[in-house]
């Protein structure tokens, strides 16, 4: 039989790199149904495998935690890998003569964009970067 000190560990190792996957090709919204999903597979387990309801209740709290930093992890990593690909773009350094004083804000205002047009808005959902191997 496997000591529940192990069994933790092991479900907190799978918990980052669960997460960590998920941070690489899903937004947050996928993050709560991971972390529901865990909770139901550990607490089944735990049942089971007999164990009491306190290594039980540490397992939950192990594989939430382990989800969530796994998954900022993976985001940091994505928006990283990101950035240096943007770095790597012809001309990134080079921008076209006569863009040098515009900032973001400047731009926004002459072009009559608001907020709301320019980020897209807080909460709306876009089902096509959702799809499986979309981001990653």
């Not at 939430?64 to 012809?90: H, N």
């Not at 350094?93 to 040098?100: A, L, Q, R, T, V």
């Not at 400047?106 to 979309?134: M, N, P, T, W």
């Amino acid at each position: 039989m496997i000591s529940p000190i192990i069994l933790s560990l092991l479900v907190g190792i799978l918990g980052l790199l669960g997460g960590a996957v998920l941070g690489l090709c899903f937004r947050v919204y996928v993050l709560v149904l991971a972390i529901m999903l865990a909770l139901v597979v550990v607490a089944g387990a735990g049942v089971a495998a007999e164990a009491g309801l306190r290594w039980i209740a540490l397992d939950v709290f192990v594989v939430t935690m382990c989800l969530q930093l796994g998954y900022i992890a993976g985001s940091v990593f994505k928006a990283r890998r990101a950035s240096l690909r943007e770095a790597q773009r012809p001309g990134y350094d080079n921008p076209p003569p006569g863009d040098e004083h515009v900032n973001d804000d400047d731009e926004d205002k002459l072009s009559g964009r608001s907020h709301e047009a320019v980020f897209g808005g807080f909460g709306q959902f876009d089902a096509q970067q959702i799809e499986v191997g979309r981001n990653c």
